[in-house]
C-alpha cells in the first residue's frame, strides 16, 4: 500500500465535487498542461461520470442554415467544480470554478469537463496505462475516494472482488471499499500504485419493504477498459499521449461532427428519392 503522504497526493488531492443543476457529485482532476496556444495558462480537465452532469446536458432543435432543414443538436449549460486546497490531511479550503462538457458518453456514463479556472492544478490523477490494465488481480488494494452524499472528499480502502462484472453489457470492477451515493464520478484508484482504474458509479441497492438496503461494500467502477474507449471515440488521446493536445482533438471532433452530418443527411436524401421511385440513369 501507499505510504501516507502519496495517498494524500494521489488519491485524496486530485479529486473534486460537481455540481449540474440540483444534481451532485465527484470528479477527478486528470489533465493539467499548458495551453500550446497560451502557455501562461493552463487547461484542465476534471473526468466524472456522465449521469452525475446530465442535467446539464440538453438538447434541441435548431434550423441549420446551411443544411435548408432542421437537426437535432446538444448543448450545454454550464457546471460547477469544486476544488480543494489542503495542508498535510487539513482541508484548508475549496474553490468553485465552472466548467464546460466537452465530450460525454451515456453508454460508458463517462464525461470530460473543461476547468475554466486557468490556473495550474497541483495534484493530478494518473490514468493506468493502458498496458498495464492486464496487470490487475483479484485482492489487490483499492480506494474509493470521492464526495460520499456531496460531504468534502475522503477515501475509503478495500480491495477488488471482480474484475468482470457485466451490467446492462458493459464492464465493471468490483471493489469492497465502500461507495455510496454522491460518490459517483469519484475514483477507484490502485493502492499500491495510485493509478486511477475508473471512475464509481453504481452501488448494490435491494429493496426491503418500503426501503432500500444498499450494500455499500458492492459497488462498481468503469473498467480501464472503457476509460480507453471513451478516450479513443471522443477523440480524447492528449489525455494520456503527450504528442497530441487539446486543440488538436477539438479539431478533430469538430471535422469528424461535420461529417458525420454529412453522411447522415446524403443517406437521408438518398432514403427519400428511393421512396418516390428516383433510381439513378447511370
Not at 175 to 190: D, E, R, W
Not at 205 to 229: C, K
Not at 259 to 269: K, P, Q, T
Request: net charge negative.
Amino acid at each position: 500500500m501507499l505510504g501516507n503522504e502519496e495517498l494524500h497526493k494521489q488519491i485524496l488531492y486530485p479529486v473534486t465535487r460537481v455540481r449540474a443543476g440540483s444534481s451532485g457529485g465527484s470528479g477527478v482532476v486528470v489533465y493539467s498542461e499548458p495551453d500550446p496556444k497560451n502557455p501562461d495558462e493552463y487547461i484542465n480537465i476534471v473526468f466524472t461520470c456522465q449521469h452525475v452532469v446530465d442535467a446539464s446536458i440538453k438538447m434541441r432543435d435548431e434550423f441549420d442554415s446551411v443544411l435548408k432543414r432542421n437537426r437535432k443538436t446538444d448543448y450545454f449549460e454550464e457546471v460547477v467544480v469544486e476544488i480543494f486546497q489542503y495542508l498535510g490531511s487539513r482541508l484548508v479550503s475549496s474553490n468553485a470554478t465552472t466548467g464546460d462538457i466537452i465530450a460525454y458518453d451515456k453508454y460508458h456514463d463517462l464525461a470530460a469537463i473543461k476547468l475554466h479556472n486557468p490556473n495550474k492544478m497541483d495534484y493530478v490523477a494518473t490514468i493506468i496505462p493502458e498496458d498495464e490494465i492486464k496487470n490487475i488481480r483479484l485482492f489487490d488494494n483499492v480506494v474509493t475516494s470521492g464526495c460520499s452524499l456531496l460531504h468534502d472528499p475522503f477515501g475509503n480502502s478495500g480491495t477488488i472482488t471482480s474484475l468482470r462484472e457485466i451490467i446492462e453489457q458493459k464492464n465493471y470492477i468490483m471493489a469492497n471499499a465502500p461507495a455510496i451515493f454522491g460518490n459517483s464520478g469519484g475514483g477507484l484508484f490502485h493502492g499500491d500504485t495510485g493509478n486511477l482504474l475508473g471512475l464509481t458509479s453504481r452501488v448494490t441497492v435491494n429493496q426491503m419493504g418500503f426501503g432500500l438496503d444498499i450494500q455499500a461494500w458492492m459497488n462498481f467502477s468503469t473498467h480501464p477498459d472503457r476509460l480507453y474507449e471513451f478516450i479513443d471515440n471522443q477523440e480524447l488521446h492528449f489525455l494520456v499521449d503527450g504528442s497530441d493536445d487539446y486543440h488538436k482533438a477539438m479539431t478533430r471532433r469538430t471535422d469528424r461532427r461535420k461529417e458525420a452530418i454529412r453522411e447522415f443527411f446524403v443517406s437521408d436524401e438518398s432514403d427519400e428519392q428511393k421512396d418516390f421511385g428516383v433510381v439513378d440513369n447511370g
